[in-house]
């Protein structure tokens, strides 16, 4: 099986953006966390929790099925293989993604689609962010 | 040198207008500290008093924010009511991240609204919002604008609460709940303009112009930053580590400084807070160390089985402030102080030593009940709670007074001997020895952090008084390039100069380390000469009596040799 990004665990999370940040920098070569693929966001301000919007790295990856360009393709295993030149910004994908965290850029007209290259969990200071194999994987995939 | 294009939002709130200045002459003071210095003094800020509608408040974040790691802090810059001195305070949380995102480096606000306002800043322009209904909330404001603004679980929200309002010179503003601009009293600056609360918001693209070089330095920072021991302390105990430490020393202040040992110290200690009540660490955006302590405050309020939960945030100023200082030993009674003072919107650490004054002042006589309304007494928090309530609510004349800080109460009621400021401003939690002493009263605001005179008292006692003021002048002068790029002073050793000058030329900013330290002169001469046409007087400064009586870290400190050392001081300035 492939690995995924996964949350470990949202209650440990300190909020630092790190995670954005780097996936913002080394992705899309962007100082901006808005670029990033991945938003950890609060809610309820910080007295309330850190919610994490990652992509979840469907098996059957419904925004690659809705993508008639070819630019996204489901990766065997989950998650994502996008190819920037295939995109013709139609946002298709942004209307199929079932957990609604894929986004689009304005400026590069494309999604930010999470890749699952793992920047974000290097620079996750407490680990919340792994690469790990579908704990309770669907045998079916 | 090769430096940055400073784009400044300018919001006049009389007239509801905003102008974009696009500034290249402001590229050499960086950011923050200096730029926020030199828009203040365009402003002719010694012409009115603090709390005129024609007086500014500038904020300012820097080129490195939040695209390096722990560089989280933005600063602001006004004329304080509390001194009537230079005014600068800083923050972290979100907001150097949110200005980013809305896209200025620098916001001057100025005028008077003509009704309560709050604005809301995007990247798309600038709001001018009515908040006649949120004026006289505390801290429930935040939960309205959380549903009235954009920029969902990233904007970043300034606010005041009834203190600043009523103009208390000692009132804060709160950024995210958890930060303050806290000294000072920049809420009241708020307050006498209407101004509410400010929300920033926004995600406009900044894309990289090296990302190899930017890539290298960032990762190397980040590295020193988690993967040495050098910030591991601010996230373990944080802050409150200091309490026990300071204590066992004898720099902890207790009983408004009657004295120097605290029986049962050990259940405010950091170690306790940690263990009994620390819920979580969060971070300032940027910043993976996460130093912000929040505890959780459980108390019952109902005959049955009812509770409720607050999330607070501690640090070892407040547990000085609202608990050694006052005599108090429990961290709920802590809490339950934090918790008012946080409501009110008053700087916690002006409030405790405002507390510590009228317990003694009540005690030995030189007021009485019929001012404070309440019996107040060490080591209580009931007769606390009302007088802090009564510090915003002003119901005779002794609050008035009082709500202009301790300094003031003393010069009228008497009690000087015992009213713990240094350059008019309520002490900070160190009576480590003569650096602090002399530090914060000749720091530019009034603060421990402006040269860290309590960390020399630790780390290099015994020095001669010129030696001593030749070392708290340097410091001041390189922390003030550190601010002006609004790195967190947490940081300050991971900062060294050149590393600031490496992570500086990433981002395409070129500066020589001569160049560097000549902004360090420039920055400190500049601020010299605002606070000096404010009629700060290195002259006329006064230490109360009680700083020589109690016995500081230190051992008991000379008044004499602290009187040389002031010389020195003005000696250095006509250098």
């Given at each position: 099986?492939?690995?995924?990004?996964?949350?470990?665990?949202?209650?440990?999370?300190?909020?630092?953006?790190s995670?954005?940040?780097?996936?913002?920098?080394?992705?899309?070569?962007?100082?901006?966390?808005?670029?990033?693929?991945?938003q950890?966001?609060?809610?309820?301000?910080?007295?309330?929790?850190?919610?994490?919007?990652?992509?979840?790295?469907?098996?059957d990856?419904?925004?690659?099925?809705?993508?008639?360009?070819?630019?996204?393709?489901?990766?065997?295993?989950?998650?994502?293989?996008?190819?920037?030149?295939?995109?013709?910004?139609?946002?298709?994908?942004?209307?199929?993604?079932?957990?609604?965290?894929?986004?689009?850029?304005?400026?590069?007209r494309?999604?930010?689609?999470?890749?699952?290259?793992?920047?974000?969990?290097?620079?996750?200071?407490?680990g919340?962010?792994?690469?790990?194999?579908?704990?309770?994987?669907?045998?079916?995939? | 040198?090769?430096?940055?294009?400073?784009?400044?939002?300018d919001?006049?709130?009389?007239?509801?207008?905003?102008?974009?200045?696009?500034?290249?002459?402001?590229?050499?003071?960086?950011?923050?500290?200096?730029?926020?210095?030199?828009?203040?003094?365009?402003?002719?800020?010694?012409?009115?008093?603090?709390?005129?509608?024609?007086?500014?408040?500038?904020?300012?974040?820097?080129?490195?924010?939040?695209?390096?790691?722990?560089?989280?802090?933005?600063?602001?810059?006004?004329?304080?009511?509390?001194?009537?001195?230079?005014?600068?305070?800083?923050?972290?949380?979100?907001?150097?991240?949110?200005?980013?995102?809305?896209?200025?480096?620098?916001?001057?606000?100025?005028?008077?609204?003509?009704r309560?306002?709050?604005?809301?800043?995007?990247?798309?322009?600038?709001?001018?919002?009515?908040?006649?209904?949120?004026?006289?909330?505390?801290?429930?404001?935040?939960?309205?604008?959380?549903?009235?603004?954009?920029?969902?679980?990233?904007?970043?929200?300034?606010?005041?609460?009834?203190?600043?309002?009523?103009?208390?010179?000692?009132a804060?503003?709160?950024?995210?709940?958890?930060?303050?601009?806290?000294?000072?009293?920049?809420?009241?600056?708020?307050?006498?303009?209407?101004?509410?609360?400010?929300?920033?918001?926004?995600?406009r693209?900044?894309?990289?112009?090296?990302?190899?070089?930017?890539?290298?330095?960032?990762?190397?920072?980040?590295?020193?930053?988690?993967?040495?021991?050098?910030?591991?302390?601010?996230?373990?105990?944080?802050?409150?580590?200091?309490?026990?430490?300071?204590?066992?020393?004898?720099?902890?202040?207790?009983?408004?400084?009657?004295?120097?040992?605290?029986?049962?110290?050990?259940?405010?200690?950091?170690?306790?807070?940690?263990?009994?009540?620390?819920?979580?660490?969060?971070?300032?955006?940027?910043?993976?160390?996460?130093?912000?302590?929040?505890?959780?405050?459980?108390?019952?309020?109902?005959?049955?089985?009812?509770?409720?939960?607050?999330?607070?945030?501690?640090?070892?100023?407040?547990?000085?402030?609202?608990?050694?200082?006052?005599?108090?030993?429990?961290?709920?009674?802590?809490?339950?102080?934090?918790?008012?003072?946080?409501?009110?919107?008053?700087?916690?650490?002006?409030?405790?030593?405002?507390?510590?004054?009228?317990?003694?002042?009540?005690?030995?006589?030189?007021?009485?009940?019929?001012?404070?309304?309440?019996?107040?007494?060490?080591?209580?928090?009931?007769?606390?709670l009302?007088?802090?309530?009564?510090?915003?609510?002003?119901?005779?004349?002794?609050?008035?007074?009082?709500?202009?800080?301790?300094?003031?109460?003393?010069?009228?009621?008497?009690?000087?001997?015992?009213?713990?400021?240094?350059?008019g401003?309520?002490?900070?939690?160190?009576?480590?020895?003569?650096g602090?002493?002399?530090?914060?009263?000749?720091?530019?605001?009034?603060?421990?952090?402006d040269?860290?005179?309590?960390?020399?008292?630790?780390?290099?006692?015994n020095?001669?008084?010129?030696?001593?003021?030749?070392?708290?002048?340097?410091?001041?002068?390189?922390?003030?390039?550190l601010?002006?790029?609004?790195?967190?002073?947490?940081?300050?050793?991971?900062?060294?100069?050149?590393?600031?000058?490496?992570?500086?030329?990433?981002?395409?900013?070129?500066?020589?380390?001569?160049?560097l330290?000549?902004?360090?002169?420039?920055?400190?001469?500049?601020?010299?000469?605002?606070?000096?046409?404010?009629?700060?007087?290195?002259?006329?400064?006064?230490?109360a009596?009680?700083?020589?009586?109690?016995?500081?870290?230190?051992?008991?400190i000379?008044?004499?040799?602290?009187?040389?050392?002031?010389?020195?001081?003005?000696?250095?300035?006509?250098?």
């Amino acid at each position: 099986l492939a690995k995924i990004l996964q949350i470990r665990d949202m209650a440990k999370c300190i909020g630092c953006y790190s995670c954005m940040l780097a996936c913002a920098r080394v992705v899309r070569h962007s100082f901006t966390p808005a670029k990033a693929a991945l938003q950890i966001r609060t809610a309820g301000g910080f007295q309330g929790r850190f919610l994490g919007e990652i992509c979840l790295g469907c098996p059957d990856a419904p925004c690659a099925q809705v993508c008639n360009s070819g630019a996204l393709e489901l990766r065997p295993g989950g998650g994502l293989r996008f190819s920037a030149a295939k995109c013709t910004g139609c946002r298709a994908c942004i209307g199929a993604c079932i957990v609604q965290v894929l986004h689009f850029d304005q400026e590069s007209r494309q999604p930010l689609a999470c890749i699952q290259c793992g920047t974000c969990a290097r620079f996750c200071p407490h680990g919340i962010l792994a690469m790990e194999e579908r704990k309770y994987a669907n045998t079916s995939d | 040198m090769q430096t940055h294009q400073i784009k400044v939002l300018d919001i006049d709130l009389e007239r509801e207008k905003i102008a974009i200045h696009y500034r290249d002459d402001l590229g050499e003071f960086l950011g923050g500290t200096g730029v926020a210095a030199k828009l203040f003094a365009e402003a002719a800020p010694a012409a009115t008093p603090p709390l005129h509608p024609d007086q500014v408040i500038v904020l300012a974040n820097g080129p490195l924010s939040t695209i390096f790691p722990v560089v989280t802090k933005v600063v602001a810059v006004f004329r304080s009511p509390l001194t009537g001195g230079y005014g600068e305070s800083h923050a972290g949380m979100r907001l150097a991240l949110a200005m980013r995102g809305a896209g200025y480096q620098a916001i001057v606000i100025r005028g008077q609204a003509r009704r309560p306002t709050y604005l809301a800043i995007g990247p798309n322009g600038v709001e001018f919002r009515n908040a006649s209904a949120l004026w006289g909330l505390g801290d429930s404001v935040g939960s309205i604008l959380r549903r009235l603004v954009p920029g969902t679980g990233h904007r970043s929200t300034l606010k005041i609460g009834p203190a600043g309002e009523k103009g208390v010179s000692f009132a804060s503003v709160s950024v995210d709940t958890y930060r303050h601009f806290g000294r000072l009293g920049l809420g009241a600056v708020f307050g006498a303009k209407n101004l509410k609360a400010v929300v920033v918001y926004g995600d406009r693209n900044e894309p990289i112009g090296d990302f190899k070089a930017y890539k290298a330095m960032y990762e190397q920072i980040y590295n020193q930053v988690l993967k040495t021991s050098v910030m591991k302390k601010y996230h373990d105990l944080g802050t409150p580590a200091n309490v026990l430490n300071l204590h066992a020393s004898g720099g902890l202040p207790i009983r408004n400084l009657q004295e120097n040992v605290l029986a049962g110290v050990e259940g405010i200690s950091g170690e306790a807070f940690a263990e009994e009540s620390l819920m979580r660490q969060v971070a300032c955006s940027g910043c993976p160390i996460g130093c912000i302590h929040i505890g959780l405050h459980r108390s019952r309020f109902g005959a049955e089985y009812e509770f409720e939960s607050r999330f607070l945030s501690y640090d070892y100023e407040l547990i000085f402030a609202v608990g050694s200082f006052l005599g108090i030993t429990r961290q709920s009674q802590i809490y339950e102080l934090i918790d008012r003072v946080e409501d009110l919107g008053l700087d916690v650490m002006s409030a405790g030593v405002c507390l510590g004054w009228v317990t003694e002042a009540l005690a030995r006589g030189v007021i009485t009940e019929a001012e404070t309304g309440t019996a107040v007494q060490f080591g209580e928090t009931a007769g606390y709670l009302q007088v802090l309530d009564n510090m915003v609510l002003q119901p005779n004349d002794f609050y008035q007074v009082l709500a202009r800080g301790v300094e003031k109460a003393a010069q009228k009621y008497g009690g000087l001997d015992f009213a713990m400021t240094l350059g008019g401003h309520e002490m900070a939690g160190y009576h480590t020895g003569p650096g602090h002493l002399l530090g914060q009263t000749v720091g530019m605001r009034h603060s421990h952090l402006d040269n860290g005179g309590y960390g020399i008292d630790q780390k290099s006692p015994n020095l001669s008084p010129e030696a001593l003021v030749d070392k708290l002048v340097a410091e001041e002068k390189w922390r003030g390039v550190l601010t002006s790029l609004c790195i967190c002073l947490f940081a300050r050793e991971v900062y060294q100069p050149e590393t600031v000058l490496s992570a500086l030329a990433a981002v395409g900013i070129q500066f020589s380390r001569e160049e560097l330290d000549s902004l360090g002169e420039k920055i400190f001469r500049l601020r010299q000469e605002l606070r000096l046409a404010m009629g700060f007087d290195p002259a006329q400064v006064r230490f109360a009596q009680r700083f020589f009586q109690t016995p500081s870290a230190s051992g008991p400190i000379d008044p004499a040799a602290v009187q040389a050392m002031l010389a020195a001081y003005r000696r250095h300035l006509t250098r």
